[in-house]
Nanobody, 125 residues
Framework: VQLVESGGGSVQAGGSLRLSCRSSGLAFEDARLTWYRQSPGSECTDISKIYIDGDTWYRSAVKGRFTISRDNSESTVYLQMNRLRPEDSGLYRC????????????????????WGKGTTVTIFS
């Protein structure tokens, strides 16, 4: 299984970015997908999830600004990030897990089974 993120960059506060995470080798339509933010030397924080049925969850700090979506035909999950703030900066990683499979640990991230390496987002004021 491979997860490859893209779309990160450096933008001014108030701007937008759209992150993508494309998977291969995964039963994508059966996977719960999560976007995490990992800050340097810090913990891994789940930002948003999208479930098999399309239900979504957002951390309160991003609710109303970020939108997660999935395209099963493209095996890709997206994170549209609007009204970005400096505190949104970090390494954004996607994780995937399937029902019944155990979680694995990747650096300080622990609540998915499969992991991408991440794409860096830098927001400057």
């Amino acid at each position: 299984v491979q997860l490859v993120e893209s779309g990160g960059g450096s933008v001014q506060a108030g701007g937008s970015l759209r992150l993508s995470c494309r998977s291969s080798g995964l039963a994508f339509e059966d996977a719960r997908l999560t976007w995490y933010r990992q800050s340097p030397g810090s913990e891994c924080t789940d930002i948003s999830k999208i479930y098999i049925d399309g239900d979504t969850w957002y951390r309160s700090a991003v609710k109303g600004r970020f939108t997660i979506s999935r395209d099963n035909s493209e095996s890709t999950v997206y994170l549209q990030m609007n009204r970005l703030r400096p505190e949104d900066s970090g390494l954004y990683r996607c994780g995937a897990d399937l029902f019944g499979e155990p979680y694995t640990t990747s650096e300080t991230c622990t609540e998915s089974t499969y992991w991408g390496k991440g794409t860096t987002v830098t927001i400057f004021s």
